[in-house]
T-cell receptor, first 111, second 117 residues
């Protein structure tokens, strides 16, 4: 069974810093990997989706990389802002009809 | 356009009662998913619908859980004889293309917070 791990579980940084969130998965046979953010009391918002054939995706200040062979992905956030404070989840899609989620990294950006 | 909507947003019930949770997917999305997020745990897959195919129920934790999708659109998740361990946030998601595709971004609703007393 696919297992997804995210480290660290929580992270606090001062505003303006660049940061990296980590995600690892045990089964490299994936279709894609998605990064989501979840705000308290709300659903998930998709940030980036990387197909299995891709190495990275960028959207604004966000850059996600994928190393499928080693089972790792990173989410890089540049010039962090207080509005970036949220829980960030990574999820991988395998041959099954669902996503396997990590437990998330809770990010706090301090003004 | 409208996103995925879920109702109710919060539900408090007594142990042993039945509850129904509703999901309205994005119009035109053929795939619909239910997930459960328990306190301190990751999202757990429950069930998946794709078009008119038989649903994938492999994630349902017990036979007290069931789901329907009528007319290929709205879905209802039913939990019978609720237990305290059923307390969680239940999230619904939809996507344009289901299994086999590589670009099927899932769009999530805001969830229903279920509390079983």
């Amino acid at each position: 069974k696919q297992e997804v791990t995210q480290i660290p579980a929580a992270l606090s940084v001062p505003e303006g810093e660049n940061l990296v969130l980590n995600c690892s998965f045990t089964d490299s046979a994936i279709y894609n990997l998605q990064w989501f953010r979840q705000d308290p009391g709300k659903g998930l918002t998709s940030l980036l989706l990387i197909q299995s054939s891709q190495r990275e995706q960028t959207s604004g200040r966000l850059n996600a990389s994928l190393d499928k062979s080693s089972g790792r992905s990173t989410l890089y956030i540049a010039a962090s802002q207080p509005g970036d404070s949220a829980t960030y989840l990574c999820a991988v899609k395998t041959g099954a009809n669902n996503l396997f989620f990590g437990t998330g990294t809770r990010l706090t950006v301090i003004p | 356009g409208a996103g995925v909507s879920q109702s109710p947003s919060n539900k408090v019930t007594e142990k042993g009662k039945d509850v129904e949770l509703r999901c309205d997917p994005i119009s035109g999305h053929t795939a619909l998913y239910w997930y459960r997020q328990s306190l301190g745990q990751g999202l757990e897959f429950l069930i998946y619908f794709q078009g008119n195919s038989a649903p994938d129920k492999s994630g349902l934790p017990s036979d007290r859980f069931s789901a329907e999708r009528t007319g290929g659109s709205v879905s209802t998740l039913t939990i019978q004889r609720t237990q305290q361990e059923d307390s969680a946030v239940y999230l619904c998601a939809s996507s344009i293309i289901g299994t086999g595709a590589t670009t099927d971004t899932q769009y999530f609703g805001p969830g229903t917070r279920l509390t079983v007393l």
